[in-house]
């Protein structure tokens, strides 16, 4: 298996990378929409921690993936029946997800120091909050989080059917050469 990309498929690295964002957008997404529903006190605590990690990871995996991308540019996009406009859409999608995965934790990091709460990382240490409880204005940036979040897996959501679009409808190799194990 290879590391690397080729001009004809994802190296294993980014598809490690991309895969792994994908878990953890959902688990993230999952435990901020349902977390809620948890039993109070170490379930809901345990819950927020993992929420909280997995966030702190997808910022992470997103300055790997960003830095891996310009080492090692990703094969060229399979061209399509309806030419350029779908690359064009394409790279505005792939913009708009990198954006969102950047911006939705950093806005649940805001919230976490505007509750005048510490940052949990892993469990291990706590970054301080800087502010002082402001429980307005952490509803209003929870409000932007959660609708950051929702976009986002809307957005994925679609970048999911788009890749299906492909191999189903333009029978490409868009989605395979993403796939684990795949490798002609």
């Known amino acids: ?9 994802y190296g294993a690295a ?12 959902v688990l993230a997404w999952s435990l901020g929409t349902f977390g809620d529903d948890l039993p109070r006190g170490a379930a809901r605590a345990a819950g927020l921690l993992i929420h909280i990690s997995a966030g702190v990871t997808i910022r992470a995996l ?7 991308r310009v080492v090692d540019p990703p094969p060229p996009p399979i061209a399509t ?3 350029n406009l779908l690359l064009v859409i394409g ?3 792939h913009f708009a997800l990198y954006a969102l995965l950047a911006a939705t934790p950093a806005v649940g990091i805001l919230v976490q120091f505007a509750r ?15 502010w002082v409880r402001d429980r307005a204005f952490a509803g209003s940036i929870k409000e932007i989080h959660e609708t950051l979040a929702n976009v986002l897996i809307i957005l994925a959501v679609l970048h999911a059917v788009a890749a299906f679009v492909h191999h189903w409808m333009f029978r490409d190799r868009t989605l395979a050469r993403m796939l684990p194990g795949t490798a002609r």
């Open 81 to 83: 029946p309806l030419g």
């Open 116 to 130: 005048g709460d510490a940052l949990p990382l892993y469990g291990l240490v706590e970054i301080a909050s800087p």
């Open 14 to 25: 980014p598809k490690l990378l991309h895969w792994l964002t994908v878990v953890l957008v």
């Open 91 to 93: 790279r505005l999608a």
């Open 62 to 68: 997103l300055a790997i993936r960003i830095a891996w």
């Open 1 to 9: 298996m290879q590391l690397r990309n080729s001009p004809e498929r």
